[in-house]
């Protein structure tokens, strides 16, 4: 197995819909300009409130990339 560098990117997705789907806003978002994201890391998670009500769901994820040769 040959050894690898990775560089770490921190992020925060957003999403009406949940937590994993504002993790993978993020992901989707990085990897339209990185390539070999290979794991992430949720470091936050945190909520907007509306009338009292849950509107947006806010993620800060650190997301691992490895650099290439």
């Known amino acids: 197995m040959s050894e690898h560098v ?4 921190e ?8 937590i994993e789907d504002a993790v ?3 992901i989707s978002k990085l990897s339209k300009t990185v390539t070999e994201i290979r794991w992430f890391q949720v470091l936050e998670t945190r909520g907007f ?7 947006w769901w806010q993620v800060t994820v650190k997301i691992g990339f ?4």
């Not at 990775?6 to 990117?9: G, K, R, T």
């Not at 490895?66 to 040769?69: A, G, S, W």
């Open 6 to 9: 990775y560089e770490v990117a």
């Open 11 to 18: 992020l925060v997705g957003s999403s009406k819909e949940g």
């Open 24 to 26: 993978q806003n993020a």
């Open 49 to 55: 409130v509306e009338e009292g009500r849950v509107a």
């Open 66 to 69: 490895r650099m290439e040769e």
